[in-house]
């Protein structure tokens, strides 16, 4: 007869954490960034109660994140949210770590790397304030609303084993490939892959990639673009992709999902 015996089976034990689960989360607080709780924590009918990992002044406006489970590292990168946000020390390029995430009581974080440092194109490092919300002022020259999510850094995420560092540049359309071991540091230099501009999207400035995800199983890395039609104005051109890469060589053209938005 089968065992019964069993409790638990782990397929990939990187998919294992144990009881540690990290749940972050981004505030508009002007004091602090990053805020952290743990989600198996029953509080009964009390309010969840989050603390400060991180604060805007070390950070400065994020999106991005990752986590190093193997030395509790939590890496940040940076996001242009048009008015009213701020790049950290390491303006538009900048990616942030945050040790002893899960378990730290007080807050912390700095600079890990600048992706300019490695000559990666990430847009401008200013951010204009007040601008135009509305109308002919509101363009690409101001550097508000009009470059939301196209300039900075999009989403980060780690390899299976933890020990590289995936971050896309959407003002270059780059993924970025970061060899930061365990325990984390950064790299003398970077691998850059660029992701194709699909042949529906009418020119390269309407293509935004930004998204990322690690396959749990097959370790593949995919990339989440969109198509916004800022050049023809024609709801026709809003699409959305979704590129899949093997771990080395260069994107495939043809990206895996193609659909209308």
Same mark, same amino acid.
């Given at each position: 007869?089968? %065992? %019964?015996?069993?409790?638990?089976?782990?397929?990939?034990?990187?998919?294992?954490?144990?009881?540690?689960?990290?749940?972050?989360?981004?505030?508009?607080?002007?004091? %602090?960034?990053?805020?952290?709780?743990?989600?198996?924590?029953? &509080?009964?009918?009390?309010?969840?109660?989050?603390?400060?990992?991180?604060?805007?002044?070390?950070?400065?406006?994020?999106?991005? =994140?990752?986590?190093?489970?193997?030395?509790?590292?939590?890496?940040?990168?940076?996001?242009?949210?048009?008015?009213?946000?701020?790049?950290?020390?390491?303006?538009?390029?900048?990616?942030?770590?945050?040790? %002893?995430?899960?378990?730290?009581?007080?807050?912390?974080?700095?600079?890990?790397?600048?992706?300019?440092?490695?000559?990666?194109?990430?847009?401008?490092?200013?951010?204009?304030?007040?601008?135009?919300?509305?109308?002919?002022?509101?363009?690409?020259?101001?550097?508000?609303?009009?470059?939301?999510?196209?300039?900075?850094?999009?989403?980060?995420? =780690?390899? =299976?084993?933890?020990?590289?560092?995936?971050?896309?540049?959407?003002?270059?359309? &780059?993924?970025?490939? =970061?060899?930061?071991?365990?325990?984390?540091?950064?790299?003398?230099?970077?691998?850059?892959?660029?992701?194709?501009?699909?042949?529906?999207?009418?020119?390269?400035?309407?293509?935004?990639?930004?998204?990322?995800?690690?396959?749990?199983?097959?370790?593949?890395?995919?990339?989440?673009?969109?198509?916004?039609?800022?050049?023809? &104005?024609?709801?026709?051109?809003?699409?959305?992709?979704?590129?899949?890469?093997?771990?080395?060589?260069?994107?495939?053209?043809?990206?895996?999902?193609?659909?209308?938005?």
């Amino acid at each position: 007869s089968a %065992n %019964n015996n069993v409790n638990l089976g782990v397929f990939k034990p990187a998919d294992y954490r144990g009881a540690a689960r990290l749940v972050t989360t981004r505030t508009d607080n002007a004091l %602090n960034e990053l805020l952290r709780f743990r989600y198996l924590e029953d &509080q009964g009918s009390n309010l969840i109660i989050p603390t400060a990992i991180a604060l805007q002044a070390a950070l400065g406006n994020t999106y991005g =994140l990752a986590w190093q489970a193997s030395s509790d590292t939590l890496f940040a990168g940076a996001f242009f949210g048009g008015r009213s946000t701020s790049y950290g020390p390491g303006g538009a390029g900048g990616v942030y770590s945050v040790p %002893n995430a899960y378990s730290a009581g007080a807050a912390g974080g700095a600079l890990f790397k600048n992706l300019d440092d490695y000559s990666i194109a990430t847009g401008p490092d200013t951010i204009s304030d007040p601008c135009v919300v509305a109308g002919a002022g509101n363009t690409a020259a101001n550097g508000c609303f009009h470059d939301v999510g196209s300039r900075g850094l999009g989403d980060l995420d =780690l390899s =299976l084993d933890g020990n590289t560092l995936y971050v896309v540049s959407p003002f270059a359309d &780059q993924l970025v490939s =970061l060899a930061i071991g365990t325990p984390p540091s950064a790299p003398g230099s970077a691998t850059t892959i660029a992701i194709p501009l699909p042949a529906n999207c009418p020119t390269a400035g309407d293509f935004i990639p930004f998204a990322l995800g690690v396959a749990p199983d097959t370790g593949k890395v995919y990339v989440g673009a969109t198509c916004i039609g800022r050049s023809t &104005q024609s709801t026709a051109n809003l699409r959305g992709y979704v590129y899949e890469w093997s771990g080395s060589g260069a994107f495939p053209t043809t990206p895996v999902l193609d659909f209308a938005l």
